[in-house]
């Protein structure tokens, strides 16, 4: 009987393969099994590293993202015999801080094409033998290896599946991503990364899990989410570039998996135009992770510039050039085609001032520079111009001097050259002063539009521009309403000096900004030049009025240009200091709050807190009122303390790539932004662009409870 069972063990020694116990490395379990009992001569068959990785702990993908290192094997393999590399499963996301790796929870199995040579031996037992290197991490990361082997019978005939392992390899490598005939294809759009894929196994799949995972680790940004915007014939997802594409034109071929959550496909994406049917069309785009505007398409976001141009003449920046555009029209009220031609002409300042400004982002953007609307006002000597240059239309309607005739005599000249001009450049100053300013409906077209090629980018910011002019062309070609208006007289003169005053606001208020980008020094030196700017002008205007007596003075001219050119020096001078960094807010403020990080919010979100991110500046009339109106209110104070909100607040006054690329991904290209991130993880909410108490309260109870 004894004799019977050991011969039997032999027989079953040739017929099976002969796994070693598994290794514990310290944090997971390794060993080398199986597709099949046997191989045969010449035969393939699969062989996978199996891991058994303890609980809360990870390994590593190939492409280990942000941080790690990926599995390996070394094999010492009897003569003759060839393993394949892995065959990587689809990996999962592994937030970790502000990091973002790739790579494996609980068990997972790496398949290998494990090859016999022709000469192999029937009845005879290969030993594999290898030695896996693993980077394992919770918290702490620690390099750990085995030593394995795998005891591999010869048969003369390809053997069965092993019943355990077999089933489990086979499904492996049918689940692992492949290539499946799918079209893809990348291209720059202004800071970002579009990526866009076709092909029949995208025609109605669901894309709203969709996320690539390339195998290079420098060409994206592994932390940054990637909206998805879903096409006819595939999908596009917009992803942020890596470091590959800091330094020139960036790789030619984006090669990776793009998973849709239940399947994935490896991926190769050459640079150029994009596959049609990828976006734009077809069913409404799935909604991003926090990709406002995404999925707009042209007409729709021309529509949305449009509206958003309309109500910018409601903005409070735009109210001192309010007064400007009533001035003028009071004084061609009551000549027609004259006033028709202002209007046009202020359209055509509005619409030339719009185009430029675009025209200057967009290749800002193309040249790599992280900017977005109001970028101008992010620069002290230009802040600093601008508040000169509103002193200068305030003095100028007190009567300090002239430029062109008074508003008594516009009349007589309403045709002349002059005049048309006025219009034009007050339709420029408008918009200079409108820059700060985000209206509704325009940040999901601006953000669309600072994604797109340059032709549909002009677009978007042409019906802006028409939005913004339409109100007052249209009253300039309105005759019953203008009829309305009393005909020029002396009560003119008392409203152009009543209009000065919005004037000396805004220039205020553009020293006020820049005394949040600048130290105290750099503040001292504008409010100089603002004095020396002042008596320049004064003396200008007695120099006019000298002329027009017969007792001008040369004198008097020169030494006004002499200190216009001083003080417009002084203004325009590079070297503004920054203001001392600011820490957190006193806790005897109405909201303390946190300066913004993308390394602070991401731990905050660790540690599962709500958030609550306010992307606001100094220069941003819209984001100061919501500060004034919601943010600062005892009833969001109390929300915050109740909810146990973290608030966090991004200051994009000066330039900062961080907060340009942050807004970029959530498809805005300027401020005001508010984000709110729940207690239970996922993508921020976007609040409306006006707050109210309620929506903030709101918003910060849901978050706390998770949403």
Request: aromatic residues 8%; proline residues 8%.
């Amino acid at each position: 009987m004894m004799r019977f069972l050991a011969g039997l063990l032999m027989a079953l020694a040739f017929v099976a393969p002969a796994a070693a116990q598994p290794v514990d490395t310290g944090h997971l379990e390794a060993e080398l099994v199986a597709q099949a009992k046997g191989v045969a001569p010449g035969q393939t068959i699969h062989v996978a590293l199996r891991q058994k990785i303890d609980d809360g702990w990870h390994t590593y993908w190939r492409n280990a993202g942000d941080s790690g290192e990926a599995t390996r094997i070394e094999w010492a393999l009897p003569p003759g015999w060839t393993a394949g590399e892995f065959v990587w499963p689809t990996p999962h996301r592994l937030p970790v801080g502000p990091l973002v790796n790739y790579g494996y929870e609980g068990e997972v199995l790496l398949p290998m094409a494990l090859t016999a040579p022709a000469n192999a031996q029937p009845g005879s037992t290969a030993t594999l033998k290898g030695k896996a290197y693993f980077l394992v991490c919770e918290e702490i990361c620690i390099p750990e290896e085995a030593e394995l082997q795998l005891a591999l019978p010869v048969v003369a005939a390809p053997a069965a599946a092993d019943p355990k392992w077999g089933p489990a390899i086979g499904q492996a490598l049918a689940a692992a991503p492949k290539p499946a005939g799918l079209t893809a294809a990348f291209e720059k759009r202004g800071p970002l990364l579009a990526l866009a894929v076709t092909g029949a196994p995208l025609k109605g799949a669901d894309v709203a899990q969709a996320y690539f995972f390339p195998f290079a680790s420098t060409v994206i940004d592994h932390a940054k989410p990637q909206p998805i915007e879903r096409g006819p014939e595939g999908l596009t997802l917009t992803v942020t570039p890596g470091y590959d594409f800091q330094s020139g034109a960036g790789p030619q071929t984006l090669a990776g998996v793009l998973s849709l959550g239940d399947r994935a496909y490896e991926v190769s994406a050459a640079a150029g135009p994009l596959p049609a049917g990828a976006a734009g069309l077809g069913p409404p785009p799935v909604k991003a992770s926090g990709g406002a505007g995404g999925g707009l398409g042209l007409p729709m976001a021309a529509l949305f510039a449009l509206l958003g141009g309309l109500v910018l003449n409601l903005m409070p920046c735009v109210f001192p050039i309010l007064a400007m555009k009533a001035a003028s029209l009071a004084g061609h009220a009551h000549e027609q085609a004259a006033a028709r031609r202002q209007g046009l002409a202020f359209g055509a300042g509005v619409l030339v001032t719009f185009l430029a400004l675009a025209s200057v982002l967009i290749g800002l953007q193309a040249a790599g520079s992280a900017v977005g609307w109001g970028f101008q006002l992010q620069s002290p000597p230009v802040v600093a111009g601008l508040a000169l240059l509103m002193l200068a239309v305030a003095l100028n309607l007190s009567g300090v001097f002239e430029v062109g005739g008074s508003l008594q005599g516009a009349g007589a000249g309403l045709a002349s050259r002059r005049g048309l001009t006025g219009a034009f450049f007050t339709g420029v100053l408008a918009v200079v002063v409108a820059a700060p300013c985000t209206a509704p409906f325009m940040a999901p077209a601006l953000g669309w539009g600072l994604t797109q090629p340059p032709a549909a980018a002009l677009t978007v910011f042409l019906a802006l521009g028409i939005g913004f002019a339409l109100p007052f062309v249209a009253v300039s070609f309105a005759p019953a309403l203008l009829a309305r208006l009393p005909k020029p007289g002396p009560w003119m003169d008392v409203f152009k000096k009543a209009l000065a005053f919005p004037m000396y606001g805004a220039a205020a208020w553009l020293v006020w900004v820049l005394a949040q980008q600048v130290d105290a020094a750099g503040l001292a030196r504008i409010l100089a030049a603002a004095v020396v700017f002042a008596a320049a002008l004064w003396l200008a205007g007695r120099a006019q009025r000298g002329r027009l007596t017969g007792r001008g003075s040369a004198v008097q001219g020169g030494l006004a240009a002499a200190l216009l050119i001083v003080a417009v020096a002084m203004a325009l001078w590079e070297d503004y200091a920054p203001p001392p960094a600011a820490g957190v807010a006193s806790a005897s403020a109405a909201v303390p709050y946190e300066a913004y990080s993308p390394e602070r919010l991401a731990a905050l979100r660790a540690e599962g807190r709500p958030v609550f991110v306010n992307f606001t500046a100094a220069w941003c009339v819209s984001c100061q009122v919501n500060e004034r109106v919601a943010l600062s209110s005892p009833k969001v104070a109390k929300a915050m303390a109740d909810t146990g909100v973290a608030y966090l607040k991004a200051d994009w006054t000066r330039k900062d790539a961080a907060i340009a690329a942050e807004l970029a991904r959530h498809g805005r290209a300027g401020v005001p932004l508010y984000l709110v991130y729940g207690a239970g993880g996922g993508e921020g909410v976007i609040l409306p662009n006006i707050l109210t108490e309620g929506v903030v309260v709101r918003a910060l109870e849901a978050a706390a409870r998770g949403r």
